[in-house]
């Protein structure tokens, strides 16, 4: 039984300025302070100046909230597992930074949280009349497809497998072997809490290309979500926990 005590929000930036420093203030007006341990952002070596520039803005700021960033030493995403071992919260969200999503969600993530905390609470796309924004009809509908199978495969009644925006108990993320640094490992934050059985509540969010930064998703990839998927189906319970 999991109990909430504050929660360790991650992000991570390679090219967003303008987008992070947005997405910081969102949080810092909107949340309880109290609710929230820190703000945390990853960074690669790759990371433009401007970038770690505004990083270290946000972090020089006197605030009663820790913000902070830490250069990656996993590549790709893989900045997300190093987080979630040094996260001071009890639970953690995990939320882009190029402001592609509702950040209206995080406040209602939290409350949430608090009042089941050992319950998911994940953002859909696909909930309800959901809007893309200036989103590619091709990717549009190669996302929906995938959602549809997932769907299938794992026979869930989830709607978005591929997010990277959600709030989880913190020992549960630590708990988990994740083995993914690529966009693959956003998949493997829904795929195994759904092979655990872990309860999971989505809630709806429109989404919209980002405005700033260039994303390293690419069609490349597919392949290697569907090798994913495939894997952590079929993998043996006892091997998605550490």
């Not at 190093?82 to 592609?100: L, P």
Request: aromatic share 10%; glycine share 4%.
């Amino acid at each position: 039984m999991n109990e909430f005590s504050g929660v360790s929000i991650i992000t991570g930036a390679v090219t967003e300025t303008d987008s992070l420093r947005r997405t910081v203030e969102f949080i810092l007006e909107n949340c309880n302070h109290e609710d929230i341990a820190e703000i945390v952002i990853g960074y690669p070596d790759r990371a433009t100046s401007e970038c770690v520039a505004v990083i270290n803005e946000l972090e020089a700021q006197p605030r009663d909230v820790r913000v902070w960033g830490f250069k990656q030493t996993r590549p790709k995403i893989g900045f997300l597992i190093e987080a979630f071992d040094f996260a001071k919260g009890s639970h953690i969200i995990t939320v882009d930074s190029d402001m592609a999503l509702d950040l209206e969600l995080i406040p209602q993530m939290i409350e949430g949280a608090k009042k089941e905390p050992d319950t998911i609470f994940s953002a859909s796309r696909w909930m309800g009349g959901n809007k893309f924004e200036g989103y590619n009809k091709l990717k549009k509908l190669l996302n929906f497809s995938a959602q549809k199978f997932l769907a299938v495969l794992y026979q869930s009644k989830l709607t978005d497998f591929t997010i990277p925006f959600q709030i989880a108990p913190t020992q549960l993320l630590r708990s988990i072997n994740f083995e993914e640094t690529s966009f693959a490992l956003f998949m493997e934050l829904v795929l195994k809490p759904v092979r655990l059985g872990c309860k999971i509540k989505e809630l709806p969010s429109d989404c919209r290309e980002r405005t700033q930064g260039k994303s390293s998703n690419s069609f490349a990839t597919i392949p290697l979500y569907l090798k994913t998927a495939l894997h952590i189906r079929f993998m043996p319970k006892d091997k998605i926990l550490k």
